[in-house]
């Protein structure tokens, strides 16, 4: 098949990262036959050194022609690029969210899956790890607290602040939806979050939720409080598979999850919209302290680009194949910098993204 990939490298370590990732999709092209045509999207502070504004027309046009984006990362120094002497809206930042924006990319994607190999890297405890956890969390994120109306007001002295939490039932339906699609390429769980015992958002949350689930039959849906969900995520991560929550409760739940996975260079992300389109990075930011020094660790770009092979193109069997990479290098031992360990192979960006092509 032929596919049509949007690259956007960005800056810092954005353009090596991006490159390792290249090579590890090209390596599935030549095992599995298929084609990948590439266009190079500028964003952020690349898109300022050139046009002087983060995000273009044209490399929105370019993303939307596509059939997914897959991402580096964006920004510099703040204390020390000029692009943040620029007015906030100008700044590279500013062209990320305009991205997400403009492709209306409303679910956002967060797996925490630990590796064996790197269990030392988790701070919980070894009963508690056990066979290790491999969860994915399911974040609305277009709506809910961050989108509401906010204002603050002064009365008699006295100063008053108020957010606003809304959600409409179609807001909620195809962020379910996508979560009990995400569950049956998986093992078929959705625990939804919500803090039903209080907020009217939340019953409404709830029972769209159990509508949407009746499409489901084979998938489990289990319902959970947010707090609970907080004490289970350090108690027991191994009983979760998708968490399915709104925007910020799955803000702040997706930092925890990822925090127990223990290392930020093998987090992968990805933003969807409602159709199979989606945007894919690593969690992580451009790194500018490694920057052009062969340092940085490929690999959550890398299952980036496997999730974004999974969710975008359907190419299972693919994504498995990097995956199983990835697993595999990490079992012979060698490691980037960023997670290494006693007894292992310090490796750099370069070699690390050629083993992983090579094991595909
Ligand atoms: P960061 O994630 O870039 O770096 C934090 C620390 O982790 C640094 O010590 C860095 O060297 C290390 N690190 C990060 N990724 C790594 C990797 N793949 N391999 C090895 N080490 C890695 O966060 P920051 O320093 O707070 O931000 C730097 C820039 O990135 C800022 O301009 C920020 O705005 C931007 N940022 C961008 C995104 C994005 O593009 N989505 C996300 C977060 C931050």
Known sequence: MEYKIALIPGDGIGPEIVREARKVLDAVCAKFGHTFSYSEVLLGGASIDVHGIPLTEDA????????????????????????????????????????????????????????????????????????????IIVRELTGGLYFGERKTTEENG??????????????????AVKAFDIAMKRRKKVTSVDKANVLDSSRLWRSIVEEVAE??????????????????????????????????????????ASMV???????????????????????????PDI????????????????????????LDKEADAVEEAVQKVLADGWRTGDIMSEGCMLTGTEQMGDLIAAAV
């Open 60 to 135: 929105v046009d370019t993303a939307k022609g596509s059939d997914a984006v897959l991402m580096g990362s964006i920004g510099g120094d703040a204390k020390t690029s000029p692009w943040y002497q620029l007015e906030p809206d100008k700044r590279p930042e500013a062209g990320l969210l305009a991205i997400r924006k403009a492709l209306n990319l409303f679910a956002n994607l967060r797996p925490a899956y630990l590796y064996q190999e790197l269990k030392e890297a988790c701070p919980l405890k070894e009963e508690i790890i056990g066979e290790g956890f491999d969860m």
């Open 158 to 175: 006295i100063k008053t602040a108020v957010d606003t939490l809304s959600y409409n039932e179609n807001e909620i339906r195809r962020i």
């Open 215 to 256: 499409d489901y039959p084979e998938v489990t849906l289990e319902h959970m409080l947010v707090d609970n969900c907080a004490m289970q995520l350090v108690h027991d991560p191994a009983q979760f598979d998708v968490i399915l929550t709104e925007n910020m409760f799955g803000d702040i739940l997706s930092d925890e």
């Open 261 to 287: 996975t223990g290392s930020i260079g093998m987090l992968s992300s990805a933003s969807l919209n409602d159709t199979k389109f989606g945007l894919y990075e690593p969690s992580h930011g451009s790194a």
């Open 291 to 314: 920057a052009g020094q062969n340092k940085a660790n490929p690999i959550a770009t890398i299952l980036s680009a496997a999730m974004m092979l999974r969710y975008s193109l359907d």
